[in-house]
């Protein structure tokens, strides 16, 4: 596979480092729209918590981008919407999720993130925007895919930045 790759739906982005990951995430920023579903997928310490504190901090969050492994969510109030960022690692079996009502939350306008959406099982509702992480040498490796027609503009925000990057890294 190429090291940057994209197509209608789908696009592979390498990320040497951890301000990569951020970057990445800030470049979402500004697709961000009421009721847009995130899910990060990727092992322990893949950089999905990076990626979220990435997108914050250019949202305009200022203090500090906690993960919620143990707190299950974390709520922020950026760019006019409220953005819940999700973590159910620590679930152990996914009715964990009704059971704690989380439900409601993915009705509104709010966007949420979610850390593991796996184990959630199919009680989570459809992701807009599917972004999985892997270890790739020293660094990470993204790819993203547009689920549903929220994630379409939101892929081609990535891939604007996507080109950026590579040209600017001399890849091209
Ligand atoms: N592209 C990268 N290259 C190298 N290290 C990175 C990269 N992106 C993030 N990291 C580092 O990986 C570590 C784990 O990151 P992070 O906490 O974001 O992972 P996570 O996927 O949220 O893990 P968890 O599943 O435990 O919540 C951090 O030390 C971070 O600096
Ligand atoms: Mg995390």
Redesign the pocket.
Known sequence: MRDHAADDNALTQP????A??AALGAALAPALVPGLKIF?E??????????V?GLLRAAGHAGKVK?P?YTLVELYAVSGLNLYHF?F?RFDRPEEYLDAGLDEYFQGDAVCIV??PAQAGSYLPAADLEIR?ALSG???RATIRALGPRGLPCLRCLSAYSAAAATSSGLR
């Open positions: 990320l040497a480092d951890e990569a990951t990060l990727g092992d322990l310490g893949a950089g999905k918590t990076t990626l504190r993960s492994t973590d690692y850390e593991w992480l020293d660094g990470r």
